[in-house]
């Protein structure tokens, strides 16, 4: 049995509209949105980190417009308390009890803007639930509801008025992606075109949840070979062993570089992982994850480049 | 400039190091100013690699070339020779890595610093210049090692490991070719002397000659004893005869050449094997006297022992002598006549007392001892003498009374020569040392020694020793004992109480002595013993050679197996290898994939810049890909075979 490679395949279609759609309004940046949705078929937390005006929060609200989910936004300042986020216990006088009002965070998509300028503590509340799926408030632990994903939005570390967020809670993220400039031709369109917040608004649902999730289900089938696994393992190893990098990728990367790519493989039409598309999902996955030694002459600008460059494919 | 890349600031560094290793010991050898064109040769190159300047022009290059030459062949005199022969080649190495335009270029100076390496041994063979060679052409090959990098610099790790082990990897082949190569008679290196500038006995003795010597602690010879070694005071290792007394020197005289002594032995003879070190001399030592001369050597009338060629390498040859003899006893007056003529114009005291002595005392026995009485009561043994003048024996015998063996020998020959009674002057050892390890007696270049033998009636030559008389304890226990500490090592020997110091001395002795009679000595006749020891018949150098090649062959086949066993513990997947063959198959096209490249990133690259050939190779592609990623089902390993048929009959052209 052989497979056809090289040929354009065809995509599940509501895929493709999603796609499509969002890059009607968010010009020039197609392959940043399909890396945005690779996230999402991974059922990974997207960071996406940019210089201010750039449409980071345009891409997450185009999102998850198209895909017809429940969004709230919140935006995150220094003042942010936890509560402000997970919800408060207010005291009914008629029941005689104290009642839960759920915070935003009880939605499938969260809109987490400029992350990076609230308290690590407001921080810490958003990212323990982006890891247990579930939120503890007066005692009692809550479910979230299904699918839960968040997108959060930061300015670059060195900005004025920002808490980084420290290593654990960027590893929570499944990829963290930048938008960058838009190109001459894109950045024309978008001057001369329509707001794009009248676009947002006139958006219409791409894609269904079931079509999600389903979506969802099918990334997981997809077939890893046991030379991909090597390869992931080569990956991994490597950045341990190196005297690049303060500190190696952790487990959890790995499953997530895996998860990635084969999400990326779905995405391309493929029911097998190749190790193209771990290549092409690292500078996301990974990207965060490493941090450079930047004492001594070495001065690595791209981490993930360098990683993939050093490992040759077993 | 083409590729230049190999050529790096460090690679660059580390090749002048290496030769810089290599040349160092023969700096002391060369004229200053070669010396110094090497200097300014590795510095002109570190700038340009340094600074990424471009080397000189070719004109140029020969222009210093050419004056360099010229200036060698003015400094030497001529082309050829050991000397002139390892300056120019340190010469054209230096000059050749100003040439160096690309890592080809790099590739001469390297190998022509393995052969400078070998150029050391021509002028001294001792273990710790086998060893400085090791570190040498380790180095050697670090460098090389550096130059044969791909696109990243190599770090000090991983340059000297992996070169150690490759010198290490050689050392059973070093070996087999060590023992099994045909030895021609000599050693290798054994060239054209340009100049006689070792220590030892010379043919000429004037005052200060051998007290000069006395403070060498070079080895001179070294001698087994097949049973007890003799008493010291019977240690005399005759050297040089000296006959002709000339003024203030005393000299051989030409006397004819003998293949056998005549005389009379008294006592038991003794074997011994003496390992002498080479002096260029033609002259070979023995015990007073030896009953037949060894292989290529003969003697003279005057009993001295010669070898047919200037000893120029270590040379080792089986003894007997006999330390109680009579000789000489029947020589007329014809004969004896050389040894009564002395130089009348000087030492007029001197010839003057000896005459006056012979009339108080016509006896010889009896003159002879009065005067040794004499010497006994008047005269001082020491290493520093006084300087003499003109007359140098009057000067000696009258006034100062100080001196050294020569002194003694010198002066009681010309006086019985004087008083009529024939006496000569022989040079040579006395003593030695006994290495408590290897029960070898060492002799060294201190225990060099003077002394006379005179002729009586009936009795023939007899053995005087004038020294003796002056200062017994210097025959009785040896040099070291009677004066003392003489030179570093003994100072530390006798520093030491325990004993362990000289012990690290006689072991670092027996090391020699084990390394120059394995490595340097081992010549034809040491080669033929070995190989016999081995259980080998009938050696000659058609036996040798052949099994010469078959060691070659099982050290290279166990070689072989070794790295054929290490592959297939690493072997990689059949896939994989089938794959790699598409991949170098595919690379002859141009378009080469990098290890970190996947399948289908490579077919697409090679669909921008091939695309026939990638249309071509799709299928196979394809079959890769589904047989390494995809879920397949089936039988994988008849796939497996069928794909690496395909990939076979695969043709790039």
């Known amino acids: 049995m052989s497979v056809s490679l090289f040929e354009k395949q065809s995509v599940h279609s509501p895929l493709a509209t999603v796609l499509q759609r969002a890059g009607e309004i968010i010009l020039g940046k197609d392959q940043q949105i399909k890396m945005a949705m690779c996230c999402i078929l991974a059922r990974g937390h997207l960071l996406i980190e ?15 417009s198209l895909l017809g989910l429940q969004y709230q936004r919140i935006q995150f300042t220094s003042d942010l308390l936890p509560a402000d986020v997970v919800g408060v216990s207010i005291f009914d006088r008629e029941t ?48 979230l509801p299904e699918p839960f994903f968040v997108i959060a939005t930061q300015n670059p570390a060195h900005h004025i008025g920002t808490f980084p967020l420290p290593e654990s809670q960027l590893d929570r993220f499944l990829m963290r992606i930048k938008l960058g400039y838009p190109d001459k031709a894109a950045e024309r369109a978008l001057l001369k075109g329509v707001d794009r917040r009248d676009l947002i608004a006139r958006i219409t649902t791409a894609m269904s949840v079931k079509e999600l999730a389903s979506l969802q289900e099918e990334v997981t089938k997809v077939f890893v070979s046991d030379a991909l696994v090597d390869y992931v393992q080569a990956l991994i190893l490597h950045t341990r062993d190196s005297a690049h990098f303060e500190m190696g990728l952790s487990p959890r990367a790995g499953l997530a570089l895996l998860r990635a790519a084969q999400s990326w493989a779905l995405m391309s039409g493929r029911n097998q992982v190749l190790p193209e598309d771990v290549q092409t999902v690292a500078p996301a996955v990974v990207g965060h994850r490493l941090r450079p030694v930047t004492n001594g002459d070495i001065k690595i600008l791209d981490p993930a480049q360098e990683l993939i460059r050093a490992v040759p494919i077993p | 400039m083409l590729n230049q890349s190999a050529l790096t600031l460090a690679n660059i560094t580390w090749l002048l190091a290496a030769m810089a290793f290599v040349v160092a010991p ?41 004056a360099v030459a010229t200036g060698a062949r003015m400094e030497y005199g ?105 030895r021609l008679s000599g050693a290798l290196w054994s060239m054209p002397q340009d100049e006689s500038s070792r ?16 403070v060498s602690e070079a080895v001179a010879f070294r001698v087994e004893f097949d049973g007890a070694v003799p008493q010291t005071e019977d240690l005399y290792w005759r050297g040089p005869v000296l006959g002709e007394q000339d003024g203030r020197a005393w000299r051989m005289y030409p006397v004819a050449t003998r293949t056998k002594l005549n005389y009379v032995p008294q006592g038991t003879s003794i074997h011994y094997r003496v390992t002498l070190q080479p002096h260029n001399k033609p002259w070979l030592f023995a015990l007073d006297l030896p009953a037949a001369a060894p292989e290529d050597a003969y003697f003279l009338a005057d009993f001295q022992l010669r070898s047919r060629t ?30 009564l003529n002395y130089d009348a114009r000087l030492n007029p005291r001197t010839i003057a007392y000896g005459k006056q002595l012979r009339q108080d005392i016509p006896e010889p026995k009896a003159l002879v001892e009065a005067l040794l009485a004499r010497y006994n009561k008047e005269f001082d043994y020491t290493l520093q003498p006084p300087r003499l003048g003109a007359n140098p024996v009057d000067e000696f015998f009258f006034d100062t009374k100080k001196g050294f063996c020569e002194h003694y020998a010198g002066s009681f020959v010309l006086l019985l020569r004087a008083a009529g009674i024939p006496a000569r002057v022989v040079t040579g050892y006395q003593g030695g040392e006994i ?40 025959i009785n226990r040896g040099m070291s004992e009677a004066f003392g500490p003489i030179g570093v090592m003994n100072t530390l020997i006798d520093a030491d109480k325990l004993g362990l110091l000289r012990q690290i001395a006689f072991s670092w002795d027996a090391m020699n002595t084990q390394w120059n009679r394995w490595v340097v000595g081992f010549s034809q006749d040491r080669q033929r013993d070995f190989l016999e020891g081995l259980g080998m018949r009938d050696v000659d150098w058609r036996s040798i050679a052949i099994w010469l090649i078959a060691g070659v062959f099982a050290t290279g086949g166990v070689a072989g197996m070794f790295l054929y066993v290490r592959a297939l513990h690493t072997r990689k997947e059949p896939i994989v290898a089938v794959y790699e063959r598409l991949c170098s198959k595919l690379a002859k096209t141009g378009v080469e994939r990098a290890p970190h490249e996947g399948p289908v990133d490579y077919w697409q690259r090679l669909q921008q810049i091939q695309p026939k050939m990638a249309q071509k190779a799709a299928p196979l592609f394809e079959t890769y890909v589904a047989l390494r990623y995809a879920a397949s089902g089936g039988e994988p390993k008849r796939n497996v075979r069928d794909f690496a048929w395909r990939v076979r009959r695969f043709r790039v052209a």
Not at chain 2, 41 to 52: E, P, Q
Not at chain 2, 89 to 97: A, R
Not at chain 2, 159 to 178: H, K, N, S, T
Not at chain 2, 311 to 332: C, F, M, P, Q, W
Request: with cysteine; proline share 6%; glycine share 6%.
């Open chain 2, 310 to 339: 200037p000893v120029t390498n270590l040379k080792a040859y089986d003894i007997t002598s006999h330390l109680r003899y009579t000789v000489g006893a029947e020589l007329g007056a014809k004969e004896l006549q050389p040894y």
């Open chain 2, 199 to 214: 220590t030892g006995l010379s043919d000429t003795m004037s005052p200060g000659d051998i007290s000069k010597l006395s």
């Open chain 2, 26 to 66: 023969h700096v002391a050898r060369l004229p200053i100013w070669v010396s110094l064109v090497c200097v300014a040769a590795g510095a002109w190159r570190w700038w340009i690699a340094r600074h990424a300047l471009r080397v000189p022009p070719w004109w140029w290059m020969g222009l210093i070339a050419l």
């Open chain 2, 435 to 474: 290495n408590p390890i290897t029960r070898q007696l060492v002799v060294r270049q201190a225990e060099a020694h003077a002394w006379s033998e005179v002729w009586f009636t009936d009795l023939g030559w007899v053995r005087v020793d004038p020294t003796f008389a002056v200062s017994p304890l210097r």
């Open chain 2, 78 to 182: 001529r082309w050829f020779g050991r000397e002139v022969g390892v300056a120019l080649l340190i010469i054209m190495l230096c000059l050749k890595i100003l040439e160096m335009r690309m890592k080809r270029d790099a590739m001469i100076p390297i190998f022509m610093g393995f052969f400078l390496a070998m150029t050391n041994f021509m002028y001294s063979q001792t273990i710790l210049m086998g060893l400085y060679m090791f570190i040498c052409v380790w180095i050697f090959i670090a460098a090389l090692i550096g130059f044969n990098r791909i696109n990243t610099e190599a770090t000090l790790k991983e340059r000297l490991v992996p070169a150690g082990w490759l010198l290490l990897q050689a050392i059973p082949m070093m070996l087999v070719l060590f023992f099994l190569f045909p």
């Open chain 1, 50 to 64: 940019d210089v201010p005006g750039v449409g980071k929060t345009t891409l997450s609200h185009v999102l998850a």
């Open chain 1, 96 to 143: 005689s009890t104290f009642r839960f009002h759920p915070g935003p965070i009880f939605s499938q998509v969260i809109l987490a803007d400029e992350i990076n300028r609230a308290s690590p503590k407001a921080q810490s509340a958003l990212l323990e639930a982006m890891e247990e799926h579930q939120v503890t408030a007066d005692g009692e632990t809550m479910k």
